[in-house]
């Protein structure tokens, strides 16, 4: 089992490299997450008036920004933010979403309405104009970002998992397990639950690179995280006003690390896909 | 016959919105009433006085229980009032009737572009499977949908304003030394042709085509994943064989055989799609101080201005709606097969 | 042979897979002459289809032929180019494929299936392209077919599209009718219609027709001889009253003896022991051997043909009934 799964394993690497390049990245990104501070070269929020603007050179290798300050710095730093709110968001909406899907997937009945109408409403709305609106009530924070994000990004594990309980429902092993004697819940959250792990987790890497774009593009247009904080979505809109007079750096390097990052993920998320399902492959 | 049926059906595509437009108002409501905090204090301003506050929440009947309050958002609704913008002190409604047009031309244009590109992208990367158009396809797929809608516009501005020079400042719909044309339908590329004046259309076009392609490269990715996949499905399909044996011309066979029956899974995606136009809408505006709805809110959000936020969401989830309805009934119609059963 | 309408000599295909080349086809001949029905018999797999597809040049892009020339009228069909391959389809030979419901077109009505063909074809006009595709239905005896043509194939039954699939097939007159299991998935009933109907047309108009199927019986109602295909080898190949006498493949005897029979008990039948070689990689010369229970050291040695033990008795085997 474990041996095919590996053969299997190297077959989708062979066969697709662009995952073992996607899977580096993951791991570079990780690295900045955890490290980032101490692999900076320049305090992110020092600023040099008499370094302001430099293009990239040899001692400030992504230029500095209008306020002297390094960008390579700002961007490795930002790594860590970034990734924490769409790492929460995700977190969140995975629980909260694969919950109330698995339940509405298990219950049917007024559960499955009234969950499937939760979503359906969620999907009513332009998903970036529905977290726009979510922050304006909240408050204009940056945990208000992760609960906005986590909420526009719940239908699609609700509905996941919804599919995947509703299939395994009347699966053979569930209803050996149910003779066994245990209990409905347990039954879901013990034997049908684990089992749809593996196409929720190509949800969540698909998902993880929407949700950076997400949490980016409210701080683009400055919500969430105030300056001088670093952040990839932040950093683009202060650089944005530069561009126009060719200092091209400031927005470049957090816009190509933003990408990178959504490139990633989703990336991982299809090389998941191929692992998971060999069939949607030949 | 089947046109009576037909037309029941889309009957009830159009009762099939109605919960979504309950939903969203319900949404929208309990965004601004139910939340934490004083409403009241939201509504009247970050530069309002104890005393104006009070007016606002007497005006807006936030010193009413929440079914009354909701009874009375309804009916502010219902008569097109969303109540006033602290900012500008004009009604939300005027606000974004004014700005609506530029938005639409913008996402409009964006759309169109994508589709024009995607469509014949997927539908060649289908028929030549591993040559470099199909990569070509899936490196832009990959790359569309990775790519933050807000960078991409600053590249194309570094690119062709900066750079090359092709393009005019991006600032507005219209640069500073020409005339809006006389309003017709609030678009300036189709006002200008109606006044006659194709200086200004081209230079409306001109202040479009970034905005627009910015846009659209970011819904070029799922339509021509869609397109692919699906032409790919069709074409390997049993009727399109039978049009092959029967000597139908490449073009036939290819066209109106399997495009025809590919696209329709196209058209259920493209509501996807206009969701997150209509999002990205707001960050493209913000890049190219498009004067539409989108920056609009965006003011709106930092100014604390919140019955324009709520105005702007309401807006947005009603024509995404709309959109969705449409999509629906042209699905319906295009169809044969629906209207039958169920 | 120098009259046969449609003749197959040698023909051999494969198919490049990412597992390995396919041989699907190896030296398979044939032919089919004017107003005859020719049977294509063998179990799932042995490459009836493929032989079809690559007479009508409809092959899988990774199909390959490798080998063998087919003529329709004299006509090289390996040397002809795709656009006089095109003008041949449909107009001059023609051929209707099993499951009809999902050969038609779901979103176009059965009419103006009908009728691109005879617009490609015949030179109608936009105008009697319509008169003539509803000519075309109500030759197949569909009834009021003025109104069927604006029908959906989904509202028609499953015979009813076979009939509108025969229909478009013979709009154009071809000389040559190729029948791809046409009955499969139909009820019995209905499948000798729309048999009935084949031959009638076929006699009437005096053309050729291959019938693949792999009903033993059926072929044997309507066919005039047949042509028994295993694992890409032609293997057998006689009259039909012949073949089914005194067949000389043993794996034309077993096809028979696991065909029921009206005259015979279920007990009676017998299924073939194996199954159907893997195509890729080196094949021995008889790819029976394995299955066969007469093989003998000889049936290893390489240069097995095809050899007329009678008139029009042809058998690819070193050790024959
Ligand atoms: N597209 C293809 N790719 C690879 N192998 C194929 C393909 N089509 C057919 N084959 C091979 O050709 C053999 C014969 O297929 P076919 O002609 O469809 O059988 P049948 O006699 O049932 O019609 C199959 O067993 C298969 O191995
Ligand atoms: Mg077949």
């Given at each position: 089992m474990t041996s095919t799964f590996a053969r299997h394993l190297v077959y989708v690497l062979r066969d697709n490299p662009v995952t073992v390049v996607a899977f580096g990245l993951f791991l570079v990104l990780v690295v900045l997450g955890l490290f980032g501070p101490l692999l900076a070269p320049y305090d992110p929020l020092a600023t040099q008036a008499a370094l302001a603007?430099?293009?990239?050179?040899?001692?400030?290798w992504f230029g500095t920004d209008h306020l002297g300050r390094d960008v390579l710095s700002r961007v490795i730093v930002a790594a860590r933010l970034d990734l924490l709110i769409s790492v929460c968001a995700v977190t969140l909406s995975f629980a909260l979403g694969s919950s109330l899907g698995a339940v509405a997937g298990f219950y049917g009945g007024i559960a499955d309405r009234v969950i499937g109408r939760v979503a359906d409403t969620i999907m009513a709305f332009p998903l970036f104009v529905l977290a726009m609106g979510i922050v304006a009530a909240l408050g204009n924070t940056v945990e208000n970002i992760v609960y906005a994000t986590a909420i526009i990004n719940l239908p699609f594990y609700a509905r996941v998992a919804r599919a995947e309980v509703a299939i395994r429902r009347q699966a053979g092993f569930v209803d050996a397990a149910r003779l066994a004697g245990n209990g409905e819940l347990r039954l879901l959250a013990l034997h049908i639950f684990p089992n749809t792990l593996p196409p929720m987790m190509v949800q969540v890497s698909l998902n993880m690179g929407w949700a950076i774009l997400n949490a980016a593009g409210l701080s683009f247009i400055g919500l969430g995280v105030r300056p001088p904080t670093p952040e990839w979505g932040i950093m683009v809109a202060e650089g944005a006003t530069y561009i126009i007079s060719g200092e091209w750096w400031l927005a470049l390097f957090p816009g190509a690390a933003l990408m990178l990052a959504v490139f990633c993920f989703n990336l991982l998320g299809d090389g998941l896909r191929d692992l998971i399902d060999p069939r949607k492959r030949t | 016959m089947a046109t009576r049926s037909r037309l029941g059906l889309v009957a009830r595509r159009l009762a099939g919105a109605i919960p979504s437009i309950i939903g969203v108002v319900v949404v929208t409501f309990v965004l601004t009433r139910a939340l934490p905090g004083d409403p009241a204090a939201y509504f009247a301003g970050a530069a309002a006085d104890a005393e104006s506050i009070e007016a606002v929440r007497h005006q807006l009947g936030l010193d009413r229980s929440l079914p009354e309050q909701f009874v009375g958002y309804v009916v502010a609704l219902a008569q097109g009032d969303l109540g006033t913008s602290v900012s500008s002190g004009r009604p939300v409604t005027i606000e974004l009737a004014e700005r609506l047009p530029a938005s639409i031309e913008l996402t409009g244009l964006g759309l169109l572009f994508a589709l024009m590109v995607a469509i014949p992208l997927g539908v060649l990367a289908a028929t030549r499977p591993n040559s470099w158009v199909d990569h070509l396809c899936r490196v832009v797929v990959t790359a569309g949908v990775s790519l933050p809608t807000f960078f991409s516009g600053l590249f194309l501005v570094y690119v062709f304003y900066y750079l090359l020079g092709w393009a005019p400042s991006p600032l507005g719909r219209l640069d500073f030394i020409y005339l809006p044309p006389p309003q017709v339908t609030g678009f300036y590329t189709v006002d200008a042709l109606l006044a006659g004046d194709t200086e200004t259309f081209f230079a409306a076009l001109r202040q479009l085509v970034l905005p627009a392609l910015t846009l659209g490269l970011f819904a070029l990715a799922p339509i021509a994943r869609m397109t692919r996949g699906s032409m790919i499905q069709v074409l390997s399909g049993d009727f399109v064989r039978t049009a092959r044996a029967m000597g139908l011309r490449r073009r036939t066979v290819l066209i109106t055989y399997a495009l025809r029956n590919a696209l329709l899974p196209v058209i259920t995606t493209l509501g996807m799609v206009f969701s997150f136009l209509l999002g990205s809408n707001v960050l493209v505006e913000k890049v190219f101080s498009w004067p539409g709805v989108g920056s609009w809110a965006i003011e709106g959000l930092i100014a604390s201005d919140y019955a324009a936020v709520q105005g702007f969401v309401l807006t947005m989830a009603m024509l995404f709606i709309a959109v969705n309805l449409a999509i629906d009934v042209l699905y319906t119609l295009i169809d044969p097969r629906l209207g039958m059963d169920g | 042979m120098a009259a046969a309408l449609l003749a197959v000599d040698r023909l051999s295909v494969s198919f490049r897979t990412r597992s390995g080349v396919v041989k699907a086809l190896e030296e398979v001949s044939f032919a089919v002459g004017r107003g005859e029905m020719v049977g294509l018999v063998g179990e799932s797999g042995s490459g009836k289809s493929v032989s079809a597809y690559a007479v009508m040049g409809i092959q899988d892009p990774a199909a390959r032929i490798t080998g063998g020339t087919m003529h329709y009228s004299g006509v090289d069909l390996t040397a002809a180019s795709e656009r006089d391959l095109q003008d041949l389809r449909g107009c001059e030979m023609s051929m209707i494929f099993q499951s009809p419901r999902t050969a038609l077109n779901p979103i176009r009505t059965i009419g103006r299936q009908i009728a691109d063909v005879l617009l490609r074809h015949?030179?109608?006009t936009t105008r009697t392209a319509r008169d003539k595709a509803v000519e075309a239905l109500a030759q197949v005896r569909i009834t009021d077919p003025a109104r069927r043509y604006g029908a959906y194939p989904f509202e028609l039954s499953g015979g009813m599209c076979q009939r509108v699939m025969i229909a478009m097939a013979l709009a154009c007159d071809p000389q040559l009718l190729i029948l791809d299991e046409p009955t499969t998935g139909l009820d019995v009933t209905t499948q000798a219609a729309i048999m009935d109907l084949v031959q009638e047309l076929c006699r009437a108009r005096n053309m050729g027709a291959l019938l693949i199927t792999h009903d033993l019986h059926m072929a044997a109602d309507y066919c005039d001889r047949l042509v028994v295909m295993h694992a890409g080898h032609v293997v057998e190949s006689a009259a039909v009253a012949t073949l089914l006498s005194n067949p000389r493949h043993p794996y034309t005897a077993g096809l028979i003896a696991a065909t029921p029979a009206p005259d015979r008990g279920l007990e009676a039948i017998t299924s073939i022991p194996g199954s159907l070689p893997d195509l890729r990689g080196t094949l021995p010369p008889c790819r029976y051997r394995q299955r066969c229970t007469r093989a003998l050291p000889a049936c290893d040695l390489p240069g097995l043909a095809m050899t007329e033990l009678d008139t029009g008795h042809l058998v690819k085997c070193r050790n024959p009934l």
């Open positions: 603007l430099q293009p990239p050179n040899a001692s400030h | - | 015949s030179g109608a």
